[in-house]
């Protein structure tokens, strides 16, 4: 449980959550993502206040303007990779054909160029975190939160992962929300925030 937490992130930032287990870092992730409500206070994105809005809204604002990218890629395995970097876009009515220049450009950031038609389990796990954080970007999001990035990935893996992250933050000026366990992680960040007993320290 969240206990009075107050936070400002500001555009083109880079926030590692640090905490032990049960500290409530990914809750906090996952209410200003719009995943879970709050029972109480207020979230807000540009302005907008998250907090009340209707599913079907949230949904909508979540596909357009917020990308997430989870520990355990949550690719889906009959799809390929270009399918899958699509797939909010297509959720959200587009059609791929329309965002082509958009989806090569996200091969190339993440370097999976050669890789567009493999399906996941052609893939290794830093290939599928690839994936997962062209998918989270694709759409251009304002904000964009990645729980535990690194967490199913060896210490090599999840270094280059953060090497990509740093780099989209640094060169595109991408806003993201971290959580992880890992101290070498947290040193990509511009700012590490730690969350210790549902509060923030």
Not at 142 to 170: Q, V
């Amino acid at each position: 449980m969240l206990k009075g937490v107050s936070l400002q992130v500001a555009k083109g930032e880079f926030v590692s959550i640090m905490g032990p287990s049960g500290s409530g870092k990914s809750t906090l992730l996952y209410i200003l993502g719009g995943l879970d409500t709050p029972t109480g206070g207020s979230v807000r994105l540009n302005g907008v206040e998250l907090s009340h809005m209707a599913d079907e809204n949230m949904s909508r604002l979540r596909r357009r303007k917020i990308g997430f990218v989870f520990q355990f890629y949550n690719l889906i395995p009959n799809l390929n990779v270009e399918e899958n970097i699509m797939l909010p876009l297509l959720l959200d009515g587009k059609r791929m054909k329309d965002y082509k220049k958009q989806l090569n450009q996200m091969l190339d950031i993440v370097g999976l160029s050669d890789r567009r038609r493999h399906t996941p389990r052609e893939l290794s796990g830093g290939q599928q975190q690839r994936v997962a954080i062209a998918r989270a970007l694709v759409a251009s999001p304002e904000i964009l939160f990645a729980d535990e990035p690194t967490g199913n990935l060896d210490s090599k893996t999840g270094a280059e992962i953060m090497r990509l992250l740093s780099e989209i933050n640094r060169e595109n000026g991408q806003t993201i929300m971290m959580v992880t366990h890992s101290q070498e992680a947290a040193q990509s960040s511009s700012r590490v925030i730690t969350v210790r007993d549902g509060l923030l320290e």
